[in-house]
């Protein structure tokens, strides 16, 4: 079954004329498939992003996975929760601080961050706790002027994601007491002006038997996309999904709160 998705991604991407091909894990890196499909993903003229953890460039295996990426111009999404290595190592693990900030040097020496290279790279940050996150604009550039003075990195934009009350964040909160208070405050917090950007409107997530949700939080708690059957990438080839109806919950509040949250960062500024 994986094999036949990986080999549907393709025909999708040209029958409905997708521009955009989101690649997310865990490490996707990892998959035997990876290099085939980005190879053709982006042979047809389609943009992929790569959401990498930095670490895996050091893995077995991975040698010349960033010239890999730079030579396909793939853009490079990755998660830093700070910048400082104390609260990374905290939150990820001893020395992973350390790891990300040379895969970052070792992008950047590639052309990944600069300016008019045309190999784009972002960082994305998560709350630590139960709480809104702060302004993206200013966050980012706390983010360049620490990264570039410390390590000289640079890179293009900061991404600001607020955390979903869902799976290990949620099950947290409600072992610490904080979870009905945490829904309050993106109840309380909800913008109608969100509506209009939040990405289950452009977007479709696809898991890894082909099936398909309105996006990955909605993958992770198995809501799967409203419709006949139960909707899968083979079935793109015959329609679109084109006003068809968005699957919500609570936990939608999350990207409608405050400022807005989305894979690609605040929905307002």
Aim: glycine letters at 10%; aromatic letters at 8%.
């Amino acid at each position: 079954m994986v094999e036949e998705v990986i080999e549907l991604i393709p025909q999708v991407l040209v029958t409905r004329k997708i521009g955009t091909l989101d690649l997310t894990g865990g490490a996707p890196e990892l998959h035997h498939k990876f290099l085939d499909l980005v190879g053709k993903a982006t042979a047809l003229g389609v943009h992929v992003i790569d959401r990498c953890n930095l670490t895996i460039l050091f893995e077995p295996g991975q040698d010349g996975l960033g010239e890999f990426l730079a030579s396909h111009k793939v853009e490079v999404v990755a998660s830093l929760p700070c910048y400082s290595s104390a609260n990374v190592d905290k939150q990820r693990g001893e020395g992973v601080f350390d790891k990300s900030i040379a895969a970052l040097q070792q992008l950047n020496a590639l052309g990944y961050g600069h300016e008019g290279s045309g190999l784009t790279m972002s960082l994305v940050y998560n709350p630590q706790g139960p709480s809104l996150p702060p302004d993206q604009a200013a966050l980012q550039a706390d983010y360049k002027r620490e990264l570039f003075e410390h390590f000289g990195i640079v890179f293009n934009h900061l991404f600001v994601i607020a955390n979903m009350p869902i799976q290990r964040f949620g099950s947290a909160l409600i072992s610490r007491g904080q979870f009905n208070d945490y829904m309050r405050l993106l109840k309380g917090n909800s913008s109608a002006a969100n509506l209009d950007n939040v990405m289950c409107r452009n977007l479709v997530s696809v898991d890894w038997q082909g099936y398909l949700y309105d996006c990955d939080f909605n993958q992770q708690l198995e809501l799967a996309l409203p419709g006949k059957g139960r909707p899968h990438l083979r079935d793109l080839l015959q329609s679109d999904l084109q006003g068809n109806i968005i699957r919500v919950a609570d936990h939608c509040y999350g990207c409608t709160a405050g400022q807005g949250s989305s894979c690609g960062g605040a929905l307002h500024n």
